[in-house]
């Protein structure tokens, strides 16, 4: 099985979230039907970035280093130059 880690934008404000998964366009169909509470005041999400990984471990690890300071630093260069 594979897993993603994903990066998702409000397009009410911008916000960030990250998160992982299985199935990535399930669990963005989710988040934009208001099934996940910390997500549900800042619909629509738009994808932005994602990664697949071979297992669940990589995924929530790569997941972790995305929401410290470095992670979120990269991310936003990341962003910046798309």
Do not use: C
């Not at 992982?20 to 994808?47: A, C, D, Q």
């Not at 995924?59 to 280093?65: S, T, V």
């Amino acid at each position: 099985m594979e897993y993603y880690v994903y990066i998702l934008k409000s397009e009410i404000d911008g916000r960030l979230y990250k998160g992982h998964t299985s199935n990535i366009e399930k669990r963005v169909e989710e988040h934009n039907f208001g099934m996940t509470k910390s997500t549900k005041g800042y619909r629509p999400w738009s994808l932005v970035y994602f990664e697949k990984f071979q297992t669940r471990d990589e995924a929530i690890e790569r997941e972790k280093y995305y929401k410290t300071g470095i992670g979120r630093e990269f991310i936003k260069n990341l962003l910046n130059n798309k």
